[in-house]
């Protein structure tokens, strides 16, 4: 029998991958129709056609012979598949998308179709507490159980962000903004974890990571999973979800629903930040801008974070 196949990713897909991961990609890009085909047949599934989306996979709509929909999805790193599935499967049952079937060999899963459509439904009122809502619930599975084998926020913050900041700060031409950035990491030796509210972070809390289920409830899909204090997430929240709009108001949800104080938060959101700024202008991005001046608005809060 010979697997059904949807031909070529789509021509977004590729110019994300290539981007994201360069020319290295290009090869997987020629095999992930023959990956999906495989998995597809492995799990009994039909394959319809792809959803051009993501920025880390190819992604595929398929349904069971139920005739139930599902999403299939093709990793390009084995690594992010593994720590992808593990962490969706802490958190099965909760406010994200189930894994239905997994395949380690090819790094391919088939998990919910949420909202029945991709991209999800549409949302019900007060999104800002709804999220927040299940961000909490996330993070209440995640505590629960064995660890999944993903990277720690430790690791993460020392090995990676820590180390991109002070390159990017001695190789970057800052101009005005030089006072601005050295101000702001001088308090990235002070960020300090809290034990006690270990748990498995989501981390990239961007707004196309969260949809709405059927009845209007929000989904954390995409997560880049690590372990460790949920201020994190709840500062990757504030600083992202929207980018510009709304940060002291997700600031004051944040703190609300997570009990954690704004001044134990505005750090962590400082700190992500300047991230992000170095980041966008290294790259020349157009939301710049609107780092920049979420950036200057954390600063010009004060040393407590205060509004």
């Known amino acids: 029998m010979t697997a059904q196949t949807l031909g070529e990713v789509p021509p977004g897909c590729r110019r994300r991958l290539l981007d994201h991961y360069g020319p290295s990609a290009e090869a997987w ?54 720590h992808e599935i593990a962490a969706l499967t802490v958190w099965a049952g909760g406010p994200t998308a189930d894994v239905i079937e997994a395949a380690d060999d090819l790094s391919v899963a088939a998990l919910e179709l949420v909202g029945g459509q991709p991209g999800g439904a549409a949302p019900l009122g007060h999104k800002r507490q709804m999220v927040a809502g299940a961000i909490r619930g996330l993070h209440s599975l995640g505590r629960q159980g064995p660890r999944p084998d993903v990277p720690s926020l430790a690791h993460f913050r020392q090995q990676v962000v820590l180390p991109r900041i002070r390159q990017r700060v001695q190789s970057l031409d800052l101009g005005t903004w030089a006072t601005l950035v050295e101000e702001t990491c001088e308090g990235l030796p ?49 600083v ?17 629903i997570s009990r954690i104080a704004v001044p134990e938060i505005t750090p962590w959101c400082r700190a992500l930040a300047v991230d992000g700024f170095l980041y966008y202008w290294e790259i020349e991005d157009p939301a710049l801008p609107k780092i920049a001046k979420v950036l200057s608005s954390l600063m010009a809060s004060g040393p407590e974070g205060g509004r």
């Open 29 to 82: 890009l020629r095999a992930a129709p023959s990956l999906l085909a495989e998995a597809a047949e492995r799990f009994k599934l039909s394959l319809k056609g792809y959803h051009d989306a993501g920025h880390a996979s190819a992604v595929a709509l398929a349904t069971m012979l139920d005739g139930t929909p599902v999403i299939l999805k093709a990793w390009y790193e084995p690594l992010r598949y593994r």
């Open 240 to 256: 992202y979800y929207d980018l510009e709009r709304e940060v002291a108001d997700r600031l004051a949800t944040a703190a609300r």
């Open 190 to 238: 002070t960020l300090r974890e809290d034990p006690d509210r270990t748990t498995v972070l989501h981390a990239d809390l961007y707004r196309e990571n969260v949809i709405f289920d059927g009845g209007g409830h929000p989904r954390l899909i995409d997560p880049h999973p690590l372990v460790g204090d949920a201020v994190f997430d709840w500062a990757f929240w504030t």
